[in-house]
């Protein structure tokens, strides 16, 4: 739940800045960028957790330079499973952000410019506000997949009790190892939990309406 | 006082080709619709730039190809009225008056006036307009000619080198057209400032144009005073067009 949190709060900032920056600059290599990130979404979380491995492992990419200077390693630790959540998570936020950015109209910014301001306040000002229901719905989505997150997690993360295993990752051990009423327990909590706050995303949203 | 510009651009197949100047009364940009218009007013705001060409406005150059100068739409000064007066809708008409002072809202960063003095000019065009009473209201609770009034206080407030206005009365009523024609007529004197009207109506022509530029198919046909152009129209085209004929 807590990497789930901490994954959103990552999410929601990193992915309206990509969306917005897909939405509204025409870059080379843009249709490039957004393909690659949002693979996750439709690899097998197996899949990208492998190149996640990969690139954080003791020998990866990212991951050996980090070792070789720290002697930390990212794998099998809470942060492991935060940077799991946050890239499979990452492509609902900046997919729905993009189409909300893309959606509002072109006149308000230019309205905005011939005004005297600044693309920056603008953005904050102008585009922000009026996409704000879709780039809520693009956060609540981001979240509830960050909390459903199990196979990349598993890949980097580890099973580890007490450490890296999230709320998924403790029932799939309960039911591996039979213990049914634990298993029971937490699966009625955790779909309370997220049942719960879909409800309270549905009401909030229809509140801004 | 005044405009003078040489425009050329191609896009989707669309070619507007066209020079002129005008001078510091109400000029009016006359012709059909999708005949270069309104992209004249983006490329004088600079939303748009052309491929070639140069746009001057009260003496100060906002782009020339040849020179390589193109200054921002911000720093352009221009006021324009969008065709559907592209209010924020999540900003009051207080809000959206005030959001035109760009220089001296609190959310800029740039030192310029205080929030009171804001408030203060805020009032005075709501004033002015005859918004009193709606200054809380957003846009959508509002009426077409209040709304014509909020876009042209906001772009009214932070004295423009020019106003422009994009088709400002085919979003209203009939009745209300009469009463915005004089809003803006009104406006004009009292901001001393060019205007630029852009326009399929003659009507609107002959009730508030100075000075009249005939459009057609990204090619000026004809400029010159509503008179000249009701007596001497240059073609069967402007005969049509303004209905003389």
Request: glycine share 10%; proline share 4%; net charge neutral.
């Amino acid at each position: 739940m807590q990497v789930a949190v901490i994954a959103t709060c990552i999410v929601v900032p990193v992915g309206t800045t990509l969306g917005y920056l897909l939405a509204r600059k025409a870059f080379r290599g843009r249709d490039l960028a957004d393909t690659v990130l949002t693979l996750p979404l439709v690899l097998p979380p197996t899949v990208t957790g492998y190149y996640l491995v990969i690139l954080f492992g003791r020998n990866g990419a990212i991951g050996g330079p980090i070792h070789d200077l720290t002697g930390w390693n990212v794998m099998f630790t809470w942060q492991a499973a935060v940077l799991a959540s946050f890239v499979v998570s990452m492509p609902f936020m900046m997919k729905t952000a993009r189409a909300a950015f893309e959606s509002v109209d072109h006149r308000l910014i230019d309205a905005s410019y011939t005004l005297g301001h600044s693309e920056l306040i603008t953005v904050f000002r102008v585009t922000i506000p009026t996409a704000r229901k879709g780039l809520l719905a693009g956060a609540s989505l981001a979240f509830a997949r960050a909390l459903g997150e199990f196979g990349a997690t598993l890949m980097l993360a580890g099973n580890i009790p007490g450490r890296t295993n999230t709320a998924p990752l403790a029932i799939y051990s309960y039911a591996a190892s039979g213990d049914w009423s634990s298993a029971n327990g937490l699966v009625l909590l955790f779909t309370m939990a997220s049942g719960l706050f879909l409800y309270a995303a549905t009401k909030f949203r229809g509140r801004l309406v | 006082m005044g405009v003078s510009l040489s425009l050329k651009k191609e896009i989707n197949g669309f070619e507007l080709d066209v020079e002129w100047a005008a001078g510091g009364g109400l000029t009016a940009l006359f012709g059909f619709s999708g005949s270069g218009k309104t992209m004249t007013l983006q490329m004088i705001a600079g939303l748009m730039d052309p491929d070639q060409g140069r746009i001057e406005v009260n003496g100060r150059l906002f782009f020339d190809s040849r020179s390589g100068v193109s200054v921002k739409t911000r720093h352009r000064r221009v006021g324009y009225v969008f065709q559907d007066y592209a209010l924020i809708p999540h900003m009051t008409v207080e809000q959206n008056i005030g959001f035109g002072l760009a220089r001296g809202s609190r959310y800029t960063w740039s030192s310029g006036m205080s929030s009171s003095d804001v408030r203060e000019r805020v009032s005075e065009l709501i004033d002015q307009f005859s918004l009193s009473g709606i200054e809380k209201s957003y846009p959508r609770e509002i009426s077409g000619g209040q709304r014509q009034r909020v876009a042209l206080a906001r772009a009214l407030i932070g004295h423009p080198e020019m106003l422009m206005l994009d088709e400002p009365f085919s979003a209203l009523d009939l009745p209300v057209r009469r009463q915005a024609q004089a809003v803006i007529a009104e406006a004009r004197e009292a901001f001393d400032v060019p205007v630029i009207l852009v326009t399929h109506d003659f009507s609107e022509v002959r009730n508030l144009a100075d000075e009249v530029i005939v459009y057609s198919a990204g090619r000026v046909v004809q400029t010159g005073t509503v008179e000249n152009i009701v007596e001497d129209p240059a073609g069967e085209l402007i005969k049509s067009l303004t209905g003389i004929g």
